[in-house]
Every structure is written in C-alpha cells, then in structure tokens.
C-alpha cells in the first residue's frame, strides 16, 4: 500500500509541469489566433481555435472567436454542430439562437429556419431581432401578407415606445425597407443604430445595403471600408463591396473581381461569392466554369435562387429550352415573385451580346414583378439599346416610379434621349437611319450615306448575309453623349459599339481634331452588324472584335492597331491569349492588346483557310455550337492545336522585328527563380540586366551583369545593355563606340539602331546616319516614328522621292496623321499626280471632316476634274464647316464663279454679295457680281 502511494505521488509530481506547459500552450495559441482575427486572417486562426476548444470546450471567448472563423471560411457542418449543442446548453441566450438561424438560412433549411424562430419568438417575445428575422423568410418566399404583419408589428412597436437598443433599431430598418419609400427611415435607425453601438456589424452592412439601394456607391463603399474596421476580411462585407461595385456599371470590374476573389480565398463555398464569380465567368463565355461555380453554390445553399437563375441563364446558352424552364419552375415553387430570375437570365444574356433575348426576359420579368425597379433598369437599357425607343423611354419612366431614388445612368439617360429628339436630324439611306447632330448634319449628310452603304454591300458579299435593315446608326456630337447613349455614365473608353440592329459611334467632333478617324471606325461597328447578326449574337467577343478590326485593315493598312511591340513582348513572356481564355481579356487592362490580337487572328484564319472558313464559324456559333465544337467543324483543330499553329504564325510575322522584348514582372520571377536554382544561369543573368534596365534599376543591373563581366563574356547582349545605360546617362561617346562595335559584329537591335542615327548625326557622320536610318525601318517595320526619321533625313539630304516614301509608309502605319499627310499633298500637287491628291484629301477628310480648309481645297480639285456638282459641295461644305474671314471670302468667291459656270446667276449673287461683305474692295468679285447681274 505505501508502495502504490509512493508511485501515485511520484505520477502527480511528473504530471504537474506537464500540465502546466499546456496551459501555456493554449495560452499561446489563444494569443496567435486572435492576432489572426484582428487581421481577418480567419483561415489561419481557425486551426489553433479548434485546437484550444478541443483542449478547453468550455472557454467561451475562444468557443465565441471559433464559431465566427467556421463562418468566415464555411465551414457550415461543423459550425451548425457547434451552435446546435450551444443553443441547447444555453437556452435563455438570444445570441446562439440568432447564429442558429442564421447558419439554417446560409444552407437553405428554410422550414427548419421558420420553426426556430417561432420558437424564439415565444421563448423572447420582446426581441424584435427575431421578429424581421422571421419576416425575411417569408418575404424571401414570396409570402408578402405575412411578411408585412410581422415588419408592421415591429413599426407599430416604434411608434408605440422610442427604440434605444442598437439591435432593435437595425430590426426596425429592416421593417421600414419592406415599403416603397422607406430607405430615408432605416437610414435614420441605422445611423442610431451606430451612435448606440459603434461595433454592432450589422447596421453598417445593412446601411451599404441602403444606400446601394440609393444608388449612392460611394456612400455604400464608406459604410463597408467601416465595417472591415470592425471585422477585417469579412466575406459578406466583401460581397457586399463587389454588389456595390456593379452600380458603377462597368467602371469597377477590377474592384469586383478583386473583392470576390478575396471572399473565395477565405470562403470557398461562400455561395453569394460564388454565383459572382459565376456571372463574371459566363460575361467571359467559361460557361463549364460557371457551372461548377453555380453546382458548388447549391451544395451549401440549395434554395440559391440567383444561383438556380445563373444555371437557367446556361441552359440557355446551350439551347436547353426543357432545363431552363425546369428551373424557372424550381425558382418559382421556392418564391412565386422572384422576377429577379428574369432579371439575371437577362443579364447573363446582354453580356453575351444577346440583347433582344435579353429584353424579351426582362419583359417577362416586369410581368412578373412590377415593383422591381432593377427590372425596369434593365429592360429600359436593352429596349435602347435595340432602338426600341418608344419602350425604353417607357420603362425609365416605371424605373422612376419604382425606384426609391432617381438613378445616375436613368437621369443621364433621360436627358440624352431628350437631346437626340430636340438636337439631332434623321436621314434615311439604302440601308441605314442616320442620327446627325444638326451642326453637323450639313457635311456629314454628304460623305456618311454613300459610305456606310458602301461599307454594307462590302460585308453582303464577304460574309455572303444581308441583315435586316434599315439599321438605326447614331452619329454623337459630343464623346460625352456617347458614353451615356450607350453606358448610362461617363467614361466608356471606346469610340463606336454595335448592338445588332444598331449602331452608335463619336462623331468627328466628338475627339480631339487629328486623333480620331471616323470612317475607321464607322467600318468597324458596321462589320459587327454582320458577324453579330449572321451569328445570331452567338459569336465571341474575340472573334467578332477581330474580325472588325481586320476589316479595318482590309480597308486601309492605315486603320490598323499598330500593337506589334506589344505583340513582341507578349511573345517573349508567354502571354499571347489563348482561345478559350481570349475573351477574358476584353474585360481588363489587357482589352486595347485583345483587340489587335483578334485582328490577327483574324487575318491567319483567312489566310490559311479563306473567309470561307470564317463564315463557317459564324454559322457554326449561330448553331449553339461552343468554341471547342467550332475549331473542329470549321477549321480542323482543338483550342490546343489552334493556339500552337497561331503561335507560329506570330512567331514568323515577328520575324523582321530586331529589338529586346520588354519582360514583365511574371518574366522576372521565374529568371530569378531560374538563377537560385541553378538553371542557364548567364542567359537568366543577362535577361535579368535587361529588365532592370528597362525599369530604371541601374544598381541592379550593374550587379547582376557583374559575375558575367568578370568572366568575360561577350555576349553582345551585354554591350547592348552597357551601350544604353551610356547613352541615358549622357556618354554620348561611350555609346556610339560600343553600339558601333556591335554594328560591326553585324549585331541588330532597333533601339541601338535608332539612338545610333542620332548619335552619328551629332558627330557630323551623316551618310553614316542615313544608312543606319533605312537599317531602322528594316528591324521593326512597324515602328512609325522610324519612318519619321528617315523622312527628315532624306528631306534635308534633298531626297524628295525617298522623303515622300518614308512619309508614305508613316501615314500607312498611324490614320489620324494629318501634318504628313498635308506635306505629302502639297507634294503631290506640285508633282501634278492627281491620284495621288484626290487619296491624300479622302484620307484627310477621314480624319478632319470638319476642317472648311479641307472643303474648299477639295472643292478646287474636284473642279479642276471637271466634276461640277461635286466641287458645289465641297465648297458648301466649306461654308457649313464653318468658314470666316478670309477662308470664307475665298470659298464665295469660288462658289459665284461655278454658279456662274452652272447658269445659277441668282444663287451666284448672293454669295458674291456675301463675298463683298468680307472684301468690299475686291474688284474680281464686284466684276463677277455685275457678270451675274447681267445674266
């Protein structure tokens, strides 16, 4: 017996430390855990909390900080175990209670949802928490009646004793926002809500949610960057932010993506994130990737309307009529009112280019739901869109009416359509109604009719497909009306945008004079009326894109984008898009890249396989086939086949190019991470130097070119770099020995080339600067401002026939270079080429329509061409442009002496008058005057 207690006593002594350093270890762990949550790093706390309630169940701040980090990441099975046992071991608590509801609401267990409230309103009967709580449920089955008695309780409730405590006042807005007008008093509760607990969550969420409801996005955002102060990382406030971000209408999609992204890194089954992110992969044609975005959504949540709605909207998509409606009728039994199905169905659609089945689902949804102002919204924009006037102007007025507040883009709206009926004059053509802006309408009446026909009986026979016409084609004044007409708000980037049956562009006003060509765009949009029609609206974004902007090049080598650097760079960094992920790119700062690699995808297809094959997969897509099926059908190849075979054909179009690609950040990562590793360690040693070059990272550069120095390389890529670093810093000298050394180990880079014409010309070396000039324009073709060089050097060499072909090849390479193109006029009427002349003002009146100059200048050709009627009015057009003083003497005077010529002695004096007026002392015009008297 003592024995046993001998050993009993020893075991408690060796325990004792034992015990002791776990203690401390909780602490610690306890410690690390809140630090996380403080940081919204909830993924990294959750491990230590499981830990210590394993350790401790009954330490309830650690049991408290545990249940929010199984929200935070959704961890829903385990979270609803733990809240089960805490609701029944802590019965006369009200906060287990809410989390218990709330957790059945997240994963779609309405009923036992509905029954948990019911219990709770018995066992608290003055809560009124519990009360909107089960109100919400009803209103979110569409059950209105029971809704609205149990909000009128809490309101009466209000009015009956003066609401203190911060959660009743968040219920008592929550009440107040089930009736039309009633955002102004939860805001005024909300605001309570926050003087009586700054720390209450929920009154800042839901005050975003008021205001986005206000369409006041940046009172909204305000509220949410409080509400991370108070809960870091939250991904319902994250949601909350990418919601708010979509009332920018477009002009946010990098917040968007960034704060959903954001909520799925810490929540992976967050299923409003999800569908999100579902939206944002159907805009970008991943429909199997929204899909499983959707699927997954339901798996925690399967009463997800909207997510059900997104998988309405793929059906769709894939010519499923039997599973849309399927899920329609699933979507219905859960709220028979839910007109948001229509909504986003409609939504998935526009994105798409789908317009006019995307009205027709917004009309069934404004049947559906009346009230829905998002709905009208909707419908209003799409109706516009498709030059439905009449019905657009109708649903902003019912927006307007439903909405609590007026609208941004619905304002902007309403006074855009206001100005095309007060501002703007109708000209029908063969194929088109113009929209013209009445001071502009006088000149463009005479080039856009007869130029977009062209343009239509171009495309008939390309695509061999007539679209219905006449097609609505809206020409705006201001860069500003455009923006509305088409996106509601300032800001849209692009000059012209097609929808089909309609087309809006910037008029020749609407940019700064010399940087806009009108025709080039115009020919664009009217190419997507065929692509996009011939389609059914079915064609991806990339395809159509790049088969506008090929027509453009097609048209005139001048329209093109110019983006071979840029093509250049892509190669080298493994960033050309590949076909499944091209449209993708349309949607960030990539977009300008998109649309030239579009055009040369474009190009290749036509090229290799005709516009045969090109027709093919617009009625290929117009089948509901998907791009996998369509590369198949129509050319032969998978996507993988496809992007290998494309990538060859940049890589030989890039041939004659001789410069350093610019490495991007992606680039610089793996060298560096080649370098540590060990891998072809010079070659990542010297494309490391470039890039630290390129970024004005000397110090780097010096230090990672080093070892190679030392050991003597000559890797001419090394003097290339060393050669440059001279030049930027000023050692002229330095520079143009080792260029020249390079030079004459027959090295070529483009940008050498360029700084080494420079640098010969300062050193007095001019034949020497000329060869290299023309050398210039062989290593990158398509760099403009090489032509300009050359140009200039041959213009002061005396070589005129060699200056106006290198100012030839610039204007080939940039359409809105308006003074080469006045040069080389001015050459080409003394050379006396009239083919020339009459080339060089098209072009120029492309660019500058507006120009009285311009007019009047053509119209002196086009009389001296014997083409009458055509000089008439050009010099018409000089005067509706707006010619004064001098100018406009000189255009009268023309216009009495071809009215003359034309038997028109009346109409000439009155111009001859008018000319008079200007120049009394002009005795050409007082004889001309007397001569028209006389007749």
Known sequence: MTRYVYFLLLLLLALR??????????????????RFVQRGQWRRATPLLEKVYAADPEDSEAKRELLLCLEATGREEKLGRLLRDEVKAHPASKGPRVAWVRHLVRTGRADE??????????????????????????QDAGRDEQAKALFDGVIAAAKAKVFRK?????????????????????????????????????????????????????DSDRELKDALEIRKSWPEIL??????????????????????????????RHPDALFLSGMDAVSEGRLDEAQQRFERALEVNPRHKEALSGLAALAVFRGDAEGREALRKRVMKLDPTFGEFHRIVGEALSSRWRWTEALAELR??????????????????????????????????????????????RNNMHTMMSELAENYETFPTRHFVLKLHKKEAKVLKRYLPDFVDASYDLFVERYGYEPKTPILFEVLRRHSDFSVRTMGTLGLGALGVCFGPTVMMDGPLAQKPGTYNWEATAHHEIAHVFTLNKSRNR??????????????????????????????????????????????????????????????????????????????????????????????????????????????????????????????DDSMARFKKALVDGKDVDEMRIRLAWGHYIRGRFVDMEAVLKPLLDAGSEDPRIELILG??????????????????????????????????????????????????????ESDPWDASGWSQLARLQQAAGDTEGWAKSLRRLCDLVDTAVKPREELLEWAEKQGDRKAVKGLLDELLAIVPMDPKLHHRRGRFEKEEKRLDAA???????????????????????????????????????????????????????????????E
């Open 17 to 34: 430390p034992v015990q002791a350093q776990t203690d401390e270890e909780l602490d610690r762990w306890i410690a690390r855990a809140e």
């Open 113 to 138: 949802a509905l029954a948990a409230l019911q219990r709770a309103r018995r066992d608290f009967p003055d809560d009124y928490g519990f009360q909107v709580m089960e109100g919400a449920l009803h």
């Open 166 to 218: 911060a959660t009743d006042l968040v219920a008592l807005a929550r009440a107040d926002l089930f009736y039309p007008g009633g955002e102004k008093w939860a805001e005024r509760a909300l605001v309570d809500a926050q003087k009586a607990d700054p720390k209450l969550l929920e009154a800042y969420l839901l005050l975003a949610r008021v205001y986005r409801r206000l369409d006041l996005p940046t």
């Open 239 to 268: 949601v909350e932010r990418a919601r708010t971000a979509d009332l920018r209408l477009g002009q946010a999609e990098d917040v968007k993506k960034a704060a959903v992204a954001k909520a799925l890194k810490i929540n992976p």
């Open 364 to 409: 069934r949804g404004s049947r559906l739901e009346p009230a829905n102002w998002r709905i009208w919204d909707d419908l209003a924009r799409y109706a516009l869109y498709l030059g439905e006037e009449k019905e657009g102007l109708k649903a902003l007025e019912a927006a307007d009416a439903a909405a609590p507040a007026g609208r941004v883009w």
């Open 539 to 664: 064609v991806p974004r990339w395809l159509t894109e790049g088969l506008s902007s090929w027509e453009e090049v097609r048209m005139n080598p001048s329209w093109g984008r110019d983006m071979e650097i840029q093509l250049h760079n892509a190669l080298h960094n493994g960033k050309i898009l590949k076909v499944l992920e091209f449209d993708a790119a349309f949607r960030t700062s990539r977009i300008g890249f998109a649309y030239y690699q579009g055009s040369l995808v474009s190009r290749w297809i036509e090229n290799t396989r005709g516009v045969e094959a090109i027709r093919r997969m617009l009625a290929l897509y117009a089948e509901d086939k998907d791009t996998r099926e369509v590369l198949k059908e129509a050319l032969g190849l998978t996507p993988e086949a496809f992007d290998a075979e494309f990538l060859e054909f940049v890589t030989n179009y890039l041939a004659p190019m001789r410069r350093m690609p610019a490495y991007d």
């Open 724 to 777: 440059l670093r001279a030049a930027k810093g000023g050692r002229k000298k330095e520079a143009r020995e080792r260029f020249m050394k390079l030079r004459a180990a027959g090295f070529r880079d483009h940008v050498m080339e360029m700084l080494l014409v420079g640098l010969l010309g300062d050193a007095g070396r001019d034949d020497e600067a000329m060869e290299l000039a023309v050398a210039a324009t």
């Open 872 to 934: 008439l009015s050009e010099f018409e057009c000089a005067l509706d442009a707006g010619a004064s003083g001098p100018l406009e003497f000189d255009v009268r005077l023309d216009l009495g002496r071809l009215l003359l010529d034309l038997d028109r002695a009346d109409d000439a004096s009155y111009h001859l008058d008018r000319a008079l007026e200007i120049k009394p002392s002009s005795e050409e015009a007082k004889e001309l005057l007397r001569r028209a008297e006389r």
